[in-house]
C-alpha cells in the first residue's frame, strides 16, 4: 500500500487559516487521497477527497499538487474544536491505510 | 442519524475469554471494517467485508474472526483473548456500489469505538 508523510504535529492561531501537508510519492494512478480527521475519544470523521483537481466542501479545501505527490488540507479559518489528529489517507482498492497523522493545536 | 453503532462501548475481559463486538450501520452501505488503534497510533485494518457474504483479512487479523452476518451487521469475535489486544476498536461503513469497490472515491463512516481492556 502507498504511504503518506505528514508532520507528526502542528500549531495554528484561531481564526487564522491552517495548510496541513502531506507528501504521497509513491502515488498510483487509481489511488484517492482523503482526509479524516479524529477528535479526541472519538471516531475518525471524514473531511475530504480528490483524485486530481482541487476540491472545497463546507469543511475545507484540498489542494492536489499537479503531479499527484503532495497535497495540502486547508482551513480556512480555524476554530478551536477544528483541534485534532489529521490523517491523510490514500484510498485503493478497498481498503484506507491510515499513517499516524498530524495533531493540530489551536491556540485562542 | 444513528450512523454506525458499536456495542459494547466499553468492556474488560480477562485473559482467555471470549468476545463479540457488534457493530451495525443503517446506511444501506455495501462494504463494513473492523480497525483497532493503539495508544498515539492511526488505525490498523483488521478485516474488512466488501459486500454481504464476503469478508477479507486487513493488515492485523491474528487472534481475530469476523461475521458478516447481513448487510447491515459486522461482528467482530475474539475468541481466547490476549493483553495485546487492549485496544480501542472502530467499526465503519462505505457506500457505493459493489463495483466502485476498486476505487474508494467514498468515503467511510465510523462508529465511535469499543474501549477494550484485556487484564
Known amino acids: 500500500d502507498a504511504k503518506t508523510t505528514q508532520p507528526n504535529s502542528m500549531e495554528s492561531n484561531e481564526e487564522e487559516p491552517v495548510h496541513l501537508p502531506c507528501n504521497h510519492s509513491t502515488i498510483s494512478g487509481t489511488d484517492y487521497i482523503h482526509w479524516y480527521r479524529q477528535l479526541p475519544s472519538q471516531g475518525p470523521e471524514y473531511v475530504i477527497h480528490?483524485?486530481?483537481s482541487n476540491v472545497n466542501n463546507r469543511m475545507a479545501s484540498l489542494a492536489i499538487a499537479e503531479d499527484r505527490k503532495s497535497s495540502t488540507l486547508i482551513l480556512h479559518r480555524a476554530t478551536l474544536r477544528d483541534a485534532a489528529v489529521y490523517y491523510c489517507?490514500?484510498?485503493?482498492?478497498?481498503?484506507?491505510?491510515f499513517g499516524q497523522g498530524t495533531r493540530l493545536t489551536i491556540n485562542p | 442519524n444513528a450512523g454506525v453503532t458499536q456495542t459494547p462501548k466499553f468492556q474488560v475481559l480477562k485473559t482467555g475469554q471470549s468476545m463479540t463486538l457488534q457493530c451495525a450501520q443503517d446506511?444501506?452501505?455495501?462494504?463494513m471494517y473492523w480497525y483497532r488503534q493503539d495508544p498515539g497510533m492511526g488505525l490498523r485494518l483488521i478485516y474488512y467485508s466488501a459486500s454481504e457474504g464476503t469478508t477479507d483479512k486487513g493488515e492485523v487479523p491474528n487472534g481475530y474472526n469476523v461475521s458478516r452476518l447481513n448487510k447491515r451487521e459486522f461482528s467482530l469475535r475474539l475468541e481466547s483473548a490476549a493483553p495485546s489486544q487492549t485496544s480501542v476498536y472502530f467499526c465503519?461503513?462505505?457506500?457505493?456500489?459493489?463495483?466502485?469497490?476498486?476505487?474508494?472515491?467514498?468515503?467511510?463512516?465510523f462508529g465511535d469505538g469499543t474501549r477494550l481492556s484485556i487484564l
Open positions: 480528490g483524485l486530481t
Open positions: 465503519a461503513s462505505r457506500g457505493g456500489s459493489i463495483r466502485d469497490s476498486l476505487y474508494s472515491n467514498q468515503p467511510q463512516h
Open positions: 489517507i490514500l484510498a485503493g482498492a478497498q481498503k484506507l491505510v
Open positions: 446506511m444501506n452501505h455495501n462494504s
